[in-house]
Nanobody, 123 residues
Framework: QVQLVESGGGLVQAGGSLRLSCAASGLSSSSIAMGWFRQAPGKEREFVAAIIRSGDITYLSDSVKVRFTISRDTAKHTVYLQMNSLTPEDTVIYYC????????????????WGHGTQVTVSS
């Protein structure tokens, strides 16, 4: 059974940085892609970043590509989201997810999700 556990969220001042981690267990060989999404109250889950299992290919949304990077440590079964130059608009819950197949920007295509980690950016 696949389990994803996010960590690294918290409170940071605008302009600051955070690194989110997603520790995975129980991944199958077909769990090729992992992604980060975020969701504000009352809104749909928004794509942030995704990475292929080998770490060779990454995708970032246009809204964060200048400030965020995604990476993974395959040996540790962990995916990271480095977030720099944070703004209050980044204040939401961040989720990691995994899917069989190549990375996708569509939340519905991911089959397993973590419980999320809250990021709060103060102005």
């Amino acid at each position: 059974q696949v389990q994803l556990v996010e960590s690294g969220g918290g409170l940071v001042q605008a302009g600051g940085s955070l690194r989110l981690s997603c520790a995975a267990s129980g991944l199958s060989s077909s769990s090729i892609a992992m992604g980060w999404f975020r969701q504000a109250p009352g809104k749909e889950r928004e794509f942030v970043a995704a990475i292929i299992r080998s770490g060779d290919i990454t995708y970032l949304s246009d809204s964060v590509k200048v400030r965020f990077t995604i990476s993974r440590d395959t040996a540790k079964h962990t995916v990271y989201l480095q977030m720099n130059s944070l703004t209050p608009e980044d204040t939401v819950i961040y989720y990691c997810a995994t899917r069989n197949g190549f990375p996708s920007r569509t939340a519905q295509s991911y089959s397993c999700w973590g419980h999320g980690t809250q990021v709060t950016v103060s102005s």
